[in-house]
C-alpha cells in the first residue's frame, strides 16, 4: 500500500488528545450517600473494574476513529501495475464492423459500448498523451496522431461500416513501434482471420465487447434456375435462408421485390443451425437491368436483413452460321428471331474471321471439310469467346473435324432413322423446357453420319446408347445433319428451346447476380466501348476505379473503402452498360465469437498481451483505473473511522 499525500500522517498527533482526556479524567466526582456503609468497599471495587473497562474500550474506539479518518486524508492506494508515463503513444483500435449493431447488453449496442470504453481512456490518461484512432473504414484521420480532444470529436462521429478487417490487415495498419494498443472489437471469429505475430514493442490490451446470444437469420445465397437469364424465358430464384442461431425460426416472412413492386412473399420455418431454401419464379416480361431486393424481418440483428440481386436479361445474342451453301437452312429460320437474336450467315469462302469475336454462338453448319485456316479461326473462338455447335455435312471429312474436335470421331454406317431415346430431365439444357416431366413425350428420329463412342451425359442419345447430341463445355457436337433424309429433329418441338438454350451458353455478357464487398476485382466485357473513357460505376456514390482493358474485357480494381451494398450502373459517358449489385460478406452475420484468451492466442500469445475481463463500460472504467491509477482505500478508510465512532457512541449509551 502506498500513500498519495504522506505529509498528512502529521495528524496522527491528535492521538494524543483522547489519551491525555483518559489520563487526567476531567470529569467532576459524584458524592453518593449511602444509609449503611457496611457494604460500601465491596460496591466501590466492582464499579471501578467496570468502569475501566470501558474507558479503556471508549479510548481503543476514540484513537481508531481519529486513526482512519487521518489516513483517509492521506490517500492511500494499491499501487497501479501499469505506469501512466510510459503510454505516451496511444493507438486506438474501435471494430466498428455491422457486427457490433448487436446487442451488448442494457439495450445498448456494442458499438455504442465500445465508443464509451474508449472515451474511458481518454479521461484517464494525462492531457499530453497523444492518440491514434483507427476504425475499418482506414479514414485518413487514422494515419496520425491526435489530441485528446480530436479524438474525442472523432468518436462522436462514428458510425457502423460495411467493411470487415482481420487481424493482420489491422496490425500492418498500425505500423508503429513501442506504442501501447487498446483493441476494441467484438472479436468475431469469422473475420478474424488467421494468426498473426503482433510486434513485440507493442503492449497489447483486448478489450471484448459480449454479444447477447441472439438468433440470426441471414441470405447465404441466391441463384437461378436457369442461369442462363434470357429475355422471354420463365425463370426462378432460388433463395437460400441459414439460421445460426440455437432456437428455431417460425413464420419467417420473405419478400422479393423487383424495380421496386413486390413481386413474391412467402412465409418459412427454419431449424436451429440450418438452411432452407426458397423459389421465387421470375415474370417472363422482365427485360434488360432489373434490381432485385430479397427481404425480411429477424431483430433484434438486422443489418443483413437485406440481399441485393442484379437481374439483367440479355437482350439478344449474337449467332454467326458458317455454312456450305448460299441457300437458307433451319438455323437461320431457329434464329430468325429480331428481338432475340442478332443473327448473321456466311459461307465459309465468304467469311470475314473478325466477326468471330462478337458471336456468342457459332454454328458450323453442314460443311463436309472444314480447311486450316477456318479451324484456326475456330480454335481460337472456342479458346477466348463464346459457345460453337458442329452439325456435320451429309459426307463428312472426319480428319477435318478433329482438328477443332479432340475426340475418336469415325464414318457411322449407314442406317436408317431411329427414334432418340428420352432425354435426362436433369440436364440444365432443359430447364423450364417441359410442362410435365413425363416418359410419354414423342422423340425426334436421326440417322447418324459420324460416332465419337459412348456418352452418358449426352443431351440426347439413339436408344443404343450412342449420343446423338453431346456437350463439352460451351462446344456442342451433332451426330446428323440437320437435312431431310437424316433427321426431323428441325421439325420437332424440341429443337427450338434447345437451340435457344445452346446459344445462351455462349453469353459473353453473363455477370454474376451479385458481388460480395470482398470482391477486389470485376471483368466486364468491353465490345460496345469507344474511345478511352473509363467506366464508371454510379450508386450511392459514384466511383471511378483503376481499370485496364485485356482481350475484349475491362478489369476492374474496385476500392474496398468505397463501394457499399447496393446497386451500382455501369456507365461509359452517357452510356448505361450494365448493373451491378454488392452485397455484405456473408461471414459478417456469423456472429460467434472468439473468447478473449483465444483471440491473445492467435496474436501470438506473448507477454505483452494483456485482457480486460470488463463485461460493462462500468467494469471496464474500474479496471482501467485499477491498471493505472491503483486501487484508492480512502473509501474504506472513511468507514472504518465512522465504524469506530458509532462503536464509541454505543459504548458510551449501552455499556453500564
Request: include cysteine; glycine fraction near 4%; charge should be positive.
Amino acid at each position: 500500500m502506498s500513500l498519495g499525500y504522506p505529509s498528512f500522517l502529521w495528524a496522527l498527533l491528535v492521538l494524543a488528545i483522547p489519551i491525555l482526556i483518559h489520563l487526567f479524567n476531567f470529569r467532576k466526582t459524584t458524592r453518593v450517600y449511602f444509609s449503611n456503609t457496611r457494604f460500601l468497599k465491596q460496591v466501590k471495587e466492582e464499579t471501578t473494574k467496570k468502569r475501566k473497562l470501558k474507558q479503556y474500550l471508549v479510548l481503543l474506539s476514540r484513537l481508531l476513529f481519529l486513526f482512519f479518518l487521518v489516513l483517509a486524508f492521506c490517500q492511500p492506494f494499491l499501487p497501479a501495475k501499469e505506469q501512466m508515463a510510459d503510454q505516451q503513444n496511444i493507438v486506438i483500435y474501435l471494430d466498428n464492423s455491422l457486427s457490433m449493431s448487436s446487442p451488448a447488453g442494457e439495450k445498448k449496442r456494442a458499438l455504442d459500448e465500445a465508443i464509451q470504453m474508449a472515451q474511458n481512456i481518454l479521461d484517464l490518461f494525462p492531457a499530453n498523451t497523444r492518440y491514434r484512432l483507427i476504425t475499418n473504414d482506414f479514414a485518413p484521420f487514422s494515419n496520425s496522431y491526435k489530441s485528446k480532444e480530436e479524438v474525442g470529436d472523432l468518436l462522436s462521429q462514428i458510425k457502423l461500416s460495411a467493411i470487415s478487417r482481420s487481424a493482420s490487415e489491422i496490425t500492418r495498419r498500425i505500423n508503429d513501434k513501442h506504442i501501447t494498443l487498446f483493441w476494441l472489437s467484438d472479436f468475431q471469429q469469422s473475420t478474424f482471420g488467421p494468426p498473426v505475430n503482433v510486434d513485440s514493442t507493442w503492449q497489447v490490451r483486448l478489450v471484448a465487447t459480449e454479444l447477447e446470444a441472439n438468433p440470426n437469420v441471414f441470405i447465404d445465397s441466391v441463384y437461378l434456375e436457369n442461369p442462363f437469364a434470357i429475355t422471354g424465358e420463365r425463370n426462378t430464384m432460388k433463395v437460400r435462408l441459414r439460421n445460426v442461431g440455437r432456437k428455431k425460426i417460425e413464420g419467417l416472412v420473405t419478400k422479393l421485390t423487383i424495380n421496386q413492386v413486390q413481386a413474391a412473399s412467402t412465409s418459412v420455418n427454419i431449424e436451429p443451425n440450418s438452411f432452407t431454401e426458397i423459389p421465387f419464379d421470375l415474370a417472363s416480361g422482365l427485360k434488360a437491368s432489373n434490381t432485385g431486393v430479397i427481404s425480411f424481418s429477424d431483430f433484434p440483428v438486422s443489418f443483413d436483413n437485406e440481399f441485393f440481386v442484379a437481374l439483367n436479361f440479355t437482350g439478344r445474342l449474337g449467332v454467326l452460321e458458317i455454312k456450305s451453301a448460299a441457300a437458307p437452312t433451319y438455323v437461320e429460320k431457329v434464329f430468325g428471331n429480331k428481338d432475340l437474336f442478332a443473327f448473321r450467315s456466311f459461307t465459309a469462302s465468304n467469311l470475314n474471321y473478325s466477326l468471330l469475336a462478337s458471336a456468342d454462338l457459332v454454328v458450323i453448319n453442314g460443311i463436309d471439310k472444314i480447311e486450316g485456316p477456318l479451324a484456326e479461326a475456330i480454335n481460337s473462338y472456342k479458346t477466348n469467346y463464346g459457345a460453337l455447335l458442329l452439325v456435320p455435312g451429309t459426307k463428312p471429312e472426319v480428319g477435318s473435324y478433329q482438328q477443332i474436335m479432340t475426340l475418336p470421331l469415325t464414318k457411322a454406317a449407314p442406317s436408317e432413322q431411329t427414334e432418340l431415346d428420352k432425354p435426362d430431365f436433369q440436364n440444365p439444357i432443359f430447364y423450364h423446357v417441359f410442362e410435365e416431366k413425363t416418359a410419354t413425350i414423342a422423340m425426334p428420329h436421326a440417322s447418324p453420319v459420324i460416332e465419337w463412342g459412348a456418352d452418358r451425359s449426352a443431351v440426347f442419345k439413339f436408344k443404343n446408347n450412342k449420343p446423338f447430341l453431346s456437350q463439352f463445355g460451351k462446344t456442342f457436337l451433332m451426330a446428323s445433319p440437320l437435312e431431310k433424309g437424316f433427321t426431323d429433329f428441325y421439325n420437332h418441338a424440341l429443337f427450338v428451346p434447345v437451340m435457344y438454350r445452346i446459344a445462351a451458353q455462349g453469353k459473353k455478357s453473363e455477370q454474376p447476380l451479385y458481388y460480395s464487398l470482398t470482391t477486389t476485382t470485376l471483368t466486364l466485357p468491353s465490345d460496345s466501348l469507344i474511345g478511352e473513357d473509363p467506366l464508371r460505376l454510379i450508386g450511392a456514390q459514384e466511383i471511378v476505379p483503376s481499370q485496364r482493358k485485356n482481350n475484349g474485357a475491362v478489369v476492374m480494381e474496385l476500392p474496398k473503402d468505397e463501394v457499399s451494398a447496393g446497386f451500382y450502373r455501369v456507365t461509359n459517358k452517357k452510356d448505361t452498360l450494365g448493373l451491378l449489385a454488392f452485397d455484405l460478406d456473408k461471414n459478417e452475420s456469423l456472429l460467434t465469437q472468439l473468447t478473449p484468451e483465444a483471440a491473445k492466442t492467435n496474436l501470438g500469445g506473448k507477454n505483452n498481451i494483456s485482457l480486460f475481463k470488463a463485461s460493462s463500460v462500468e467494469a471496464f472504467s474500474t479496471e482501467i483505473k485499477e491498471r493505472y491509477l491503483g486501487t484508492p482505500l480512502w473509501k474504506y478508510a472513511i468507514v472504518l473511522s465512522l465504524l469506530f465512532l458509532l462503536a464509541e457512541v454505543l459504548l458510551i449509551r449501552f455499556l453500564k
